[in-house]
């Protein structure tokens, strides 16, 4: 990864007060393994357009999204089978599946007790941790660190592959000036 240029994490996280202390912990996370957290619409970004727009346009400039997973709602199967639990607001979901059709890598980090729902398991490993047990956070340090280390990885091969297309786009349009000015040069050279 080039050493000037941070990766760029969307964070997807809740903005109440009550999620704070945890959103900030995920986001030190973040910024310890050497991302730029960044594009939360409410937090990072505000605008007068309607928010999915924003938060659209912030996930295209994203690497990846790190989702900081707190309770929103309790969810119970209405059958009555099964325990209630506490579930992941929508809003953290649409923006982990936006960030996963734009193929980039999701993170989610969540607080402990937080069903992070089937989708966001479908796409990715998470991690649940209580920031305020230092065991707990030391007992998931190795996979913190790995997590962040794979994400790196495959943001690397992301810019990678995005420089490849942007010179196979240069080496195009060069080609086709030179064509142009070929088919000119023959046409005048006729006449």
Known sequence: ???????????????????????????????????????????????PQ??????????????????AATPRYLQMDVSGRGEAGQAVSDMLVAEAAMAFCGRKPVLVFAQAGTD???????????????????????????????????????IAANWGEERRKNIRDAVIAILAVIGACAVIYALSKSQ
Not at 11 to 16: P, T
Not at 128 to 138: K, L
Request: charged share 20%; glycine share 6%.
């Open 1 to 47: 990864m080039e050493s000037t240029v941070k990766p760029r994490a969307f964070i997807s996280c809740s903005l109440r007060s009550e999620d704070k202390p945890f959103v900030e912990f995920v986001e030190g996370l973040v910024q310890a393994h050497g991302f730029e957290p960044f594009g939360t619409v409410g937090k990072y970004a505000a605008s």
């Open 116 to 154: 992070v729902g089937p989708f966001m398991r479908s796409i990715t490993q998470y991690i649940g941790i209580n920031p305020f047990s230092q065991a707990d956070i030391n007992a998931n340090w190795p996979r913190i660190q790995d997590y962040f280390r794979n994400a790196t990885a495959i």
């Open 50 to 67: 309607p928010p999915a727009n924003t938060m659209r346009e912030n996930l295209g400039s994203a690497d990846c999204v790190v989702v």
